[in-house]
């Protein structure tokens, strides 16, 4: 089932996380806690879980932005796209980008845009194949010094 993440997922996502990311720290303070319930609190930010048997099997992480230009048409940004690594080439994350998106258009978004770090080709196939393009933009990061 594909649905927004509730309170209650919490410790599921962040096992799902720790896939993603294995070298972040385990938060002891509550910060983690206390920015998962700012954005189930805040409208423009959407947390999706893809749920089986009562087991998060995938999250996305979808935040609308509003904007100026574009006739004042908003845009999303993707992010934390995970699926448990047993599932994954099953579809579930096809199923997940799927609503994510629709999701996105729903909001009225004129684009949704995604970075990835990863370098499998695999990986990028995927996203080309839930109908992201390589060639449209070129992406930037910095990271604070």
């Not at 997922?9 to 070298?23: A, G, K, S, T």
């Amino acid at each position: 089932m594909f649905r927004e993440a509730g309170s209650d997922d919490f410790e599921q996502i962040i096992r799902l996380y720790r896939q993603l990311n294995p070298d972040d720290p385990v938060l002891d303070d509550g910060s983690d806690a206390a920015a998962f319930q700012q954005i189930l609190d805040s409208p423009a930010l959407r947390l999706f879980v893809l749920e089986l048997d009562g087991i998060v099997v995938a999250t996305t992480y979808l935040n609308v932005i509003p904007n100026l230009s574009r006739s004042a048409s908003p845009y999303a940004v993707i992010e934390n796209v995970v699926v448990e690594e047993s599932r994954r080439g099953t579809g579930l994350g096809r199923q997940i980008m799927a609503g994510t998106l629709q999701a996105a258009w729903d909001a009225g978004c004129y684009k949704a845009m995604l970075m990835t770090g990863s370098r499998t080709p695999s990986t990028h196939a995927f996203y080309r194949a839930c109908g992201f393009s390589p060639d449209a933009k070129t992406a930037y990061l910095a990271r604070p010094s």
